[in-house]
Structure formats: structure tokens, C-alpha cells
């Protein structure tokens, strides 16, 4: 669509207007409002760009990490493909795994895992070896001698519990608060006030949340609702101020809201494939100005035929006038 065209039409038919129609002088006003719009359209789309998909806030680092230390083959890009057992064995081993980290990092922190504590100059310290008989954690004073060892078990099965404390009588152990309440007063079990359920949950939605195909990824950064809303408002307005009717202000809109949406899905789709919101903004630009560019002005004309032949009805009216006169 090109404004010097619309202009050449409008003084081809300029004699013919009246007060009553002035269809070509309507229409150069609607283009020159889509024109003078791409500017502030085209900044919206850039602005939702900017917005981070929720997932990747969602996920747990301490999840990911015990996730990859216990499945080294885990594919978070197969997790559909894993057989229920499969996936309940990934979830069980990295479940105790993430349960060591978490509590080694809130006792290093400071914090209170239950009611223990470190004391000043103590830390925490988890196996090397995945398979460590016997304790799981080590408690080491300020001069790095071992001051106590303990289990840890994420579980919800209180005959383990009972098993291993059979087995290491004199190795206290921290559990989830699910299995401790069940076993009831006991000196050597520790409730840590961490439940087996929210473990699991972390454990699930952190795999689930790695698995992002291209076509997740473009979703997740595909926001056109905020040009969209921008291009309610402001054609709303024109129509509140009696400065265009109803419909010429969704003729308006609808353009404005097409080049809105190939710009957004234009931005995306940058945004997935190099991860930077300056790079998507300015693609997104660059295809809303070509979608301008690229407009067919074979739909122009189309769209002028009826009021083409509105005109030439009244030019023909009005030479039948003159000849009479």
C-alpha cells in the first residue's frame, strides 16, 4: 500500500466530492492512521518480548543438578518416551538425592533443618560416593574433625526406615516429617519438617519443565495480546472522540492488528532461536515495516471497485443534470 498511489487517486476524483461522500478522502485517512500507528504498534510488540516464559522461573536448580548427578542418561528432551517405571525410578533416585542437597544447604546456610542446627564453625558435608555405606552426611567442627554422621532418606515407607535403623543402630536419621510422624518417638529419627510429596513434586515439574521443544520455546514467547490491547484503545478512542466511525475504526484496527501479529511471531521466533530479547525486537520490527512494504495493492484496488462505481453513478447523475440545464 503506498500513500503517493492513494494520493494520485484522491485528485483523480476529487471533482466528484461532495459533502455527502468523500469515500477516497476516507480512505487515505484510514491509511495515514495505520501509517502514522506503526511506530508505536511496533514498540508494543518489542515490550512483550521482553516477557520470560513462566517455566523457566519455575525450575529448581538443586532439582536439575540431583536430576543429572543420579540419571546421567536422563534426556530432557525424551521425557515423554520413559515407561512408568522407568520415570518412577528417576524421580525416587533423584528425589533422596535432592533432599541431601536441600538440607546440606539450608545447615551450611545457617538455617534450622527441624530442630538441628549447626553450631558456629560447624559445616555439612554429603558423601562423594552415591553408594556410602551407613551415613549420608557428615557434621565437621571447626577444627575438621567428624562431630556426627547421619542418613538421610527421602521416603514414605516407614519399614525402610525401621530396616536401616536395624542395620546402623548408631547413625541418627534425618527423614521427611510423613515417615517420622509414622514411626513416632524415636531419639535416633529426626524430622526434618520437608514432606515426601512437595519432594516429588519438585523432582517432576523441574523434568517436565526441561523438556521445551522449538515449538514450546515460540509459544512461551509469543505475547500479541499487549499490541493487541494497545490497538483496542487507541482506535476505542477515536471512536469515543467522533473522530471515525465504528467501522472504519475496525478496518483500522484489523490492518494494524495483522502487521501486530506477524511482527510478534516474527520476534519469537528470533527470541528461540538466539536467545536475545535485542535480537528478536529488532527482527520483529524489521518484519512489521516489510509487512507494509509487502502489502498487495491488488487488494487496494478490489477493495475501491464498489466505491469506483459509486462515483461514476454520481458523475453520471450529475452530467445528466448539467445537460438539462
Excluded: C
Amino acid at each position: 500500500m503506498n500513500y503517493h498511489y492513494l494520493e494520485t487517486l484522491l485528485g483523480r476524483y476529487r471533482q466528484y466530492r461532495s459533502d455527502e461522500i468523500d469515500p477516497m478522502g476516507d480512505l487515505l485517512t484510514r491509511y495515514q492512521q495505520y501509517k502514522n500507528a506503526r511506530a508505536l504498534d511496533l514498540a508494543a510488540v518489542a515490550l512483550s518480548l521482553g516477557i520470560q516464559p513462566e517455566s523457566s522461573d519455575a525450575m529448581d536448580p538443586l532439582a536439575l543438578k540431583a536430576l543429572h548427578d543420579t540419571n546421567p542418561n536422563f534426556d530432557p528432551g525424551n521425557v515423554g518416551s520413559y515407561s512408568d517405571q522407568e520415570w518412577m525410578g528417576i524421580v525416587n533416585s533423584a528425589k533422596g538425592k535432592y533432599f541431601e542437597y536441600l538440607v546440606a544447604d539450608e545447615l551450611n546456610a545457617g538455617g534450622t533443618v527441624g530442630d538441628l542446627t549447626l553450631p558456629d564453625g560447624y559445616s555439612a558435608h554429603l558423601a562423594t560416593s552415591m553408594t556410602q555405606p551407613g551415613w549420608d552426611m557428615r557434621i565437621v567442627d571447626e577444627h575438621g574433625d567428624t562431630a556426627e554422621l547421619l542418613q538421610l532418606k527421602a521416603t514414605e515407607s516407614v519399614g525402610y526406615i525401621r530396616d536401616t535403623l536395624e542395620r546402623y543402630p548408631d547413625i541418627s536419621i534425618l527423614t521427611t516429617g510423613e515417615v517420622a510422624s509414622g514411626l513416632g518417638p524415636n531419639d535416633m529419627v529426626i524430622d526434618s519438617k520437608m514432606s515426601e510429596s512437595d519432594l516429588e513434586r519438585a523432582i517432576n515439574s523441574t523434568a517436565v519443565g526441561t523438556d521445551h521443544g522449538y515449538l514450546d520455546e515460540f509459544w512461551g514467547n509469543f505475547h500479541p495480546l499487549i499490541p493487541l490491547l494497545l490497538i483496542a484503545a487507541t482506535q476505542g478512542y477515536q471512536v469515543a472522540v467522533n473522530k471515525q466511525t465504528v467501522s472504519s475504526a475496525m478496518e483500522v484496527a484489523k490492518a494494524r492488528a495483522a502487521r501486530g501479529m506477524v511482527a510478534s511471531a516474527a520476534g519469537a521466533l528470533i527470541k528461540v532461536l538466539s536467545g536475545s530479547w535485542i535480537a528478536s525486537a529488532l527482527g520483529a520490527v524489521t518484519a512489521g515495516m516489510f509487512f507494509d512494504r509487502s502489502q498487495n495493492i491488488d487488494e487496494l484496488v478490489e477493495a475501491l471497485k464498489p466505491r469506483n462505481r459509486l462515483l461514476a453513478a454520481r458523475a453520471q447523475h450529475y452530467q445528466v443534470l448539467v445537460a438539462r440545464a
